[in-house]
């Protein structure tokens, strides 16, 4: 397995693009935007030479890697010489099915799809495509090339040699794989989101303020971020999918959304990616502010 396709190319993808080619295989980072891409690129390249700031990486490597990615805007060229493609599109399960489907019918037999979805079903994913035992879930944590995480899911009809292909490939990305089933929020997220979710009502009923309710966790428990900081960096937008998914998916009001967070998703503030959330974010800036609406 040397060639790999990784659909969309935001935070996620352009990480998996990265860590991939870091790894010395040839990757083919695919988006409908030019624009994007053309972004991902600077951020991979900024992300390098903070590298090579640490002393993990020379400019040697810096070059080699870049020259390993390949950018296209057409999915049939992109995935035309692949062994794997990784989808690391929006979280968003229409969407999914949609591209699942278009693979299937563009590449071979032989070629294993992958999801980094972060809670979709892939049994739902895999059964639009012509060989369902192909699909399975590689779901990376942010920031990948840091993050040592793969959550490797198997689906209903995922094959013991697909997952063993992955887990394998995983390692030799410098990962370390889990393996597990395939049910609503997998280990990750079912067990993060509720959690997060928890935080956000401790705060939306009053008991403790945001820097506080994440000093507790931080202090108290050892978590190197507090929740809702940590709710900030994923993404609110993402935070309210994730627990839809999982209401949806088990039928238990205990993964119903807090109103507060339906609220914040509502007025677009996301966390980190529209500059304010639970706190507020300057661009350059490291320093942890409130939002204004939680400064009181």
């Not at 299937?104 to 079903?121: F, G, M, R, W, Y």
């Not at 990750?188 to 994440?214: C, F, K, S, W």
């Not at 309210?240 to 998703?265: D, E, Q, R, S, T």
């Amino acid at each position: 397995m040397k060639n790999i396709t990784v659909i969309g190319s935001g935070t996620m993808g352009n990480g998996i693009a990265h860590t991939f080619a870091q790894h010395g295989f040839n990757v083919s980072l695919v988006d409908i935007d030019e624009p994007a891409l053309n972004r991902a690129l600077q951020t991979i390249t900024n992300n390098l030479d903070r590298q090579i700031k640490k002393g993990t990486i020379d400019e040697q490597a810096k070059a080699t890697t870049l020259n390993h990615i390949k950018t296209y805007t057409d999915l049939k060229d992109a995935v035309k010489n692949a062994d794997l493609v990784i989808e690391a599109a929006t979280e968003n399960r229409e969407i999914k099915l949609g591209l699942f489907k278009q693979l299937s019918e563009l590449c071979s037999d032989k070629v294993i799809l992958a999801s980094n979805t972060s809670s979709i079903s892939i049994t739902q994913i895999a059964s639009v495509t012509k060989n369902p035992g192909n699909v399975i879930g590689m779901h990376f944590m942010n920031p990948v090339p840091l993050m040592k995480l793969v959550e490797v899911i198997r689906g209903y009809a995922t094959t013991d040699e697909v997952t063993n292909t992955i887990m394998q490939l995983s390692e030799i990305l410098d990962k370390v794989p889990v393996e597990v089933n395939d049910y609503p929020g997998f280990v990750a997220n079912r067990i993060l989101m509720p959690m997060i979710n928890e935080a956000i009502y401790t705060l939306y009923e009053g008991v403790a303020g945001v820097y506080e309710i994440d000093t507790v966790m931080k202090l108290g428990m050892a978590h190197p971020m507090g929740p809702l900081q940590l709710a900030d960096f994923i993404g609110l937008d993402v935070c309210l999918a994730i627990l839809n998914v999982l209401h949806n998916g088990f039928g238990n009001p205990k993964y119903a959304p807090c109103p507060l967070l339906v609220n914040m998703v509502a007025a677009g503030h996301l966390g980190v990616k529209s500059g304010s959330g639970f706190y507020k974010y300057a661009s350059g800036s490291k320093e942890l502010v409130l939002a204004d609406k939680f400064n009181k």
